[in-house]
């Protein structure tokens, strides 16, 4: 299956166990199992670039760990990264540093809604949309996404409707957990919606980067819409270069009065500072990343290729469609005939490997499961084997 002698080194498994990983240590108490291995939260099991490395390396090296400076170096490597990779023309006067993207899209709601204003979110997505919108007294308005033919589209019939009630959309480009890259056009659609409707748009786009052949990552904000005052960006060099644990992200904002109104926020909650390792990472993933990204993606759009050929082969009763992007795939299991507890209990306990239950993404997500397909082929091998000998036995 792989066929470039380059990409080898991502076949190396590096034992995670102990190693404080959420993904790892957590999964025993998780699943119930000591023996079940994990595909489940969204970080891969592959080192960071050798440059990333290289720089935290030299920087522990230096030894004093003091409070870092205004990050204008960082928010340079951001802006060239965006203009090279993406083709988006930012300006790193419009950055704001955020501990993560999850918190980000806390602060952004917090900042630009108030309780009980209506924020739509598109389900099946990232179970933080809904809470970050629920635990602030927001209500959420769902436009669920319509699954025909194997692939998921927008119900833009319903967001126009919705679009008339509600202050902010969330979007998730690309999307998790249906690994859609939306189109040009179909971006273009749902800016002019929120746009006649006056409705702000907050787009994370943390696995902007991770695209596969044939599509391609349009930053919402990149697009020629006269909408640059009602979109404010979320990113990460985090899922890309797998660096979740320094908790280091970018708000892209580049209306000067919404950022400010923003920093406030930030600054208000004394989460202003980011970490010093944190900033030295994503300064030497965006400078120096590129070549091992590509290689990566190889490898994992390989990874992907594998997983939908194996399951169709051998595990027909669940289905699946290569992501176009992400490294997560969204298995439909309901041909299996399960409750949804039977459902997470089955590939727990029987097929002793870890995966999302779907209905965390929304109660659109009954019947499916999601796979982190961002691992070492031999681990992906075997909890493939370990599904389809779990799914015969039981037939
Ligand atoms: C769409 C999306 N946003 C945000 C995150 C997490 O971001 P962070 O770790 O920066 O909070 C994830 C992680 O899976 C994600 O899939």
Redesign the pocket.
């Known amino acids: 299956m792989m066929t470039n002698s380059k990409i080898d080194k991502f076949d190396t498994v590096i034992a995670r166990h102990n190693s404080g990983s959420t993904k790892w240590d957590d999964a025993p108490a998780l699943f119930g199992s000591k023996d079940v291995l994990p595909f489940w939260v ?1 970080d891969m099991d592959f080192p960071s670039p050798p440059a990333v490395n290289e720089a935290l390396a030299a920087r522990v090296q230096h030894g004093v760990f003091g409070y870092p400076s205004p990050h204008s170096y960082a928010y340079d490597a951001v802006t060239d990264w965006l203009d090279k990779r993406h083709n988006w023309k930012t300006n790193p006067e419009w950055m704001v540093s955020t501990p ?4 980000a899209i806390t602060l952004a709601v917090q900042t630009f809604t108030k309780p009980g204003d209506k924020v739509i979110i598109q389900p099946p997505v ?1 179970p933080p949309f809904f809470s970050s919108v629920h635990n602030q007294d927001r209500i959420v308005l769902e436009n669920p996404l319509v699954y025909e033919d194997g692939n998921y589209y927008i119900d833009f019939d319903d967001l126009a409707e919705k679009a008339r009630e509600a202050k902010m959309l969330i979007l ?1 480009n690309p999307h ?1 957990p249906v690994g859609r890259v939306w189109s040009r056009s179909e971006l273009t659609k749902l800016v002019k919606i929120c746009l006649e409707n006056n409705v702000l748009l907050l787009t ?1 786009e ?2 902007g980067d991770l695209v596969y052949t044939g599509h391609q990552y349009i930053p919402l904000a990149s697009l020629d819409t006269d909408s640059d005052d009602k979109i404010i960006t979320l990113t ?1 060099p ?2 890309t270069f797998n660096t ?1 644990g320094l ?1 280091t ?1 970018i708000a892209i904002i580049p209306n000067s009065k919404l950022r400010s109104q923003f920093s406030q926020t930030v600054q208000q909650l004394g989460i202003s500072k980011s970490n010093v390792f944190g900033i030295t990472a994503l300064e030497a993933a965006y400078r120096h990343g590129a070549p091992w990204l590509d290689e990566l993606l190889v490898y994992l759009e390989d990874n992907a290729q594998y997983l939908t050929e194996y399951i169709a082969a051998n595990i027909p009763s669940i289905k699946v469609d290569k992501p176009q992007g992400t490294y997560l795939a969204w298995l439909d299991c309901r041909n299996l005939k399960l409750s949804q507890q039977e459902l997470v209990q089955f590939f727990a306990k029987k097929a002793r490997v870890g995966l999302n239950d779907g209905v965390t993404f929304g109660h659109q997500g009954t019947g499916f499961m999601r796979l982190n397909f961002g691992c070492p082929r031999p681990l992906l091998a075997e909890g493939l084997k370990r599904i389809a000998q779990a799914v015969n036995q039981s037939i």
């Not at 993560?100 to 918190?103: D, E, K, L, S």
């Open positions: 969204a993560g993207v999850v918190t990232y998730c998790n994370d943390i696995h990460a985090s899922k979740a908790y992200s």
